[in-house]
């Protein structure tokens, strides 16, 4: 075929010959196409049935060759129709011979060919008349058999065409997904510890674990759970000026797992515990919650000193507030900054580093997440340890309830790594990121 309109009309052709099903399944393939590509497709396959018509027998299976070959019947006919006036002419007078010819036509459907060949030779020099009648009335009758073969070899070619697109989709398909889990794989496994009640991750993904015993022998030690006093932290020389702002620190965690649960964002049926009290240093018996308490006190400070308002969610350990809770008092007060400060935990005692996290939703995550780089560089070069990145994600019910704000939730370090530990509870360290934490406030005034 030599335009898109006869291969267009051919294809339509070779359709109308297809079961309803095969039809559904060539068109859902189809479907799936780009314009370019269902052309090239649509093309393949009426040039594979012409293929398929001309290396058959002709005679068993003319149907395609009849639709691919239009002019050679057009010549056939012609020259049938001349012959047949030529014998017209010859065999007016003697209407014996037109009789003999009648029961020969009537005959062709009934005798085998055989039968039909001696009365080929009774007129050897007129054979293209009995030709013609056999190809005008045994058309009916090889429609059939083509329309067979339609049914038995096109679909069977396309069912195995669809067996190898549905193939290579799964594999993209399972390829896709390993890539996605792999660069999610932080926000699955806190999914995970959902669901499963793993308290092996801290930050906020502690705030999924399972609820912890509450026996007096679980209780931490007075020492560790105690309130820390406030006590000035001087401001270093290139201290910004922060007046003005309003920035909400929220110590992450809290004394007690909460036995009570809350939805993880408005937008999801999923619930966890409202709070938990996250991880415990391997080395120390640190708690989470005690060191991210004392932590973000050194940070009001220091962020109070350069002239902020800062609004802390708790200052004690023995608390119990929720999430969600922690959100709305930022929300409320319309804060410059909602800072989220955590500590991770990992099975692997070799992970280590520091981690970033922001809000997947929201007007305010794509922002917040080109500052959170800069306070992970700033914080690695102040304490040594791996910056890891900072991750999209909608699993902390912190972030997804303050995303009229501008939200980022810190992870200080590994508190199951001892040496990221003994980086992240020293004072001295704790005093260099506070300063880094000052210069990255200044981005939102």
């Known amino acids: ?29 189809l479907k799936g196409l780009d314009a370019e590509e269902r052309n090239k497709v649509i093309e393949s396959i009426v040039l594979k049935d ?18 691919n070959r239009p002019p050679q ?30 029961p020969q036509k009537s005959q062709q459907h009934q005798q085998p060919k055989q039968q039909q060949k001696p009365q080929a030779k ?15 009335k045994q058309q009916p009758v090889k429609n059939e058999p083509v ?53 092996t991750q801290a930050t906020d993904t502690t705030e999924t674990s399972a609820v912890e015993s509450t026996e007096p022998s679980a209780t ?43 939805t993880v964002a408005s937008w999801m049926s999923a619930e966890k515990p409202k709070c938990t009290c996250g991880g415990e240093g391997v080395s120390t018996g ?45 929300t409320s007060a319309n804060c410059n900054l909602f800072l989220r400060i955590h500590a991770d935990s990992a099975n ?19 922002t917040d997440k080109t500052r959170a780089d800069k306070l992970g560089a700033l914080l690695s070069e102040a304490t040594g340890l791996t910056y890891n990145g900072c991750i999209e994600t909608e699993v902390y019910t912190g972030l997804n309830y303050a995303t009229s704000v501008h939200s980022v939730q810190v992870s200080l370090g590994y508190l199951s790594n001892s040496d990221d530990e003994a980086i992240i509870t020293d004072e001295e360290m704790q005093y260099n990121m506070v300063v880094c934490f000052a210069q990255f406030c200044a981005e939102y005034k």
Not at 50 to 64: A, L, S, T
Not at 241 to 261: K, R, Y
Not at 300 to 329: F, H, K, P, W
């Open 122 to 136: 009774s007129q050897p020099s007129k054979p293209q008349p009995k030709q013609q009648p056999k190809r005008t």
């Open 73 to 102: 019947n057009k010549k056939n006919n012609n020259s049938g129709n001349k012959a047949r006036k030529g014998s017209q002419k010859g065999q007016q007078k003697p209407q014996q011979k037109q009789q003999s010819m009648q």
């Open 348 to 366: 692997d005692s070799l992970t280590s580093g520091i981690q970033m996290y922001v809000p997947s939703s929201g007007n305010n995550h794509k």
């Open 1 to 29: 075929m030599d335009n898109s309109i006869d291969i267009q009309q051919r294809f339509k052709e070779i359709v109308k010959t297809l079961p309803e099903d095969k039809k559904k399944a060539l068109y859902k393939r």
């Open 286 to 330: 640190v708690r989470e919650y005690d060191l991210t308490l004392r932590f973000s006190t050194m940070l009001c400070e220091y962020l109070e000193g350069c002239g902020a308002n800062v609004i802390m969610t708790r200052t004690e350990n023995d608390v119990d507030l929720s999430n969600q809770e922690r959100a709305q008092m930022a």
């Open 147 to 199: 329309k067979k073969e339609h049914v038995k070899k096109e679909p069977v070619k396309s069912t195995a065409a669809s067996k190898i697109l549905l193939t290579v989709a799964v594999i993209m398909a399972v390829g896709l997904l390993g890539f996605m889990a792999y660069v999610k794989r932080a926000n699955i496994m806190e999914l995970w510890n959902t669901v499963t009640g793993n308290t």
């Open 50 to 67: 012409e293929e398929v018509h001309k290396g058959g027998q002709p005679q068993k299976k003319p149907q395609g060759g009849q639709q």
């Open 220 to 262: 931490p030690t007075p020492t560790v759970t105690s309130t820390p006093t406030p006590t000035p932290v001087p401001l270093a020389e290139d201290a910004p000026d922060l007046t003005g702002m309003t920035v909400v620190i929220d110590p992450g965690h809290q004394m007690t797992t909460s036995a009570e649960v809350e």
